[in-house]
């Protein structure tokens, strides 16, 4: 079978004072007998230097000559072997989908429950103010602030006067 393509233009965007077109919308559209594939695209156009034709005067035929010249021949065969692959999926398909089952509603289950989340313990840390000293350990006696140091003895004695431990 052989496949026709047609190039047609969608829109065309232009300059209001002088008629240049600048941006062609166009289309391709790829048939053969039984199958059909298309593709939309926009090309942007340089001002001509010289010999612009005036907008009115613009046909189908100048427009998509101006796109293909643009796009070049190999471009073009790429954009027209794209819609040949695409027709040829159609005819001979590699992939499908469905399901390989009939007459099922669905599966039905039991609601889901989640495990319960054990919390996680995070030790607090207290924030340590080195500016203030550290407790006195029982190898050093704790010092005496305000007082000269020899006449206040320090007691490192531990129990209560009714003797149970602090």
Do not use: C
């Not at 593709?39 to 035929?61: C, K, N, Q, V």
């Not at 819609?83 to 099922?104: A, C, F, M, Y």
């Not at 996680?120 to 010092?143: Q, R």
């Amino acid at each position: 079978m052989t496949t026709t393509y047609t190039w047609n233009v969608a829109n065309l965007e232009r300059e209001t004072s002088d008629g240049y077109v600048f941006i062609v919308h166009y289309t391709v559209d790829a048939k053969d007998d039984t199958y059909s594939a298309g593709a939309y695209g926009s090309i942007g156009l340089e001002r001509p230097a010289e010999g612009m034709i005036p907008f009115a005067d613009l046909t189908p035929e100048i427009v998509t000559r101006w796109v293909r010249e643009k796009f070049g021949p190999e471009r073009v065969f790429e954009i027209e072997a794209a819609l040949q692959k695409q027709i040829d999926e159609q005819r001979t398909p590699t992939t499908s989908q469905g399901i390989p089952w009939s007459n099922v509603t669905g599966v039905q289950y039991e609601p889901t429950v989640l495990p319960e989340e054990e919390e996680e313990v995070v030790p607090v840390t207290p924030d340590v103010d080195e500016s203030v000293p550290e407790a006195p350990t029982e190898e050093e006696p704790a010092p005496v602030v305000g007082v000269d140091a020899e006449l206040a003895p320090v007691d490192n004695d531990t129990t209560e006067p009714d003797g149970g431990d602090v």
